[in-house]
């Protein structure tokens, strides 16, 4: 089942640069991990403090397995520095199962 994983950061005002910078190794890094589709990273219109993330993903453990990695951590590490607020991660799976859908 395919995933989509949506990350949404408030960068500290004068930081959005250094912030992209560091969103774009971690999806470069992304490109060579397996289960991993593709992504982009958006900024907010109104605020061009919001940064967000949107990664597709072949299978939720695809995922976890990335999200636990100790080469991510430390690339986060990294990003939260830049960061007034704690990000926000929000992990979507496609579509709905019959368990879930109310049939």
Known sequence: MAVKVLIERRVL????????????????????????????????????????????????MDWRRWHGSQERKDLESQIRQLLAAPERVRVLLEGLSESHSGA
């Open 13 to 60: 005002p004068g930081q959005e640069r250094r912030a992209l910078e560091l969103l774009r190794t971690l999806r470069a890094r992304c490109l060579q991990e397996p289960g991993y589709i593709s992504g982009e990273t958006l900024r907010d219109s109104e605020d061009a403090h919001n940064i967000i993330v949107i990664s597709s993903w072949f299978g939720l």
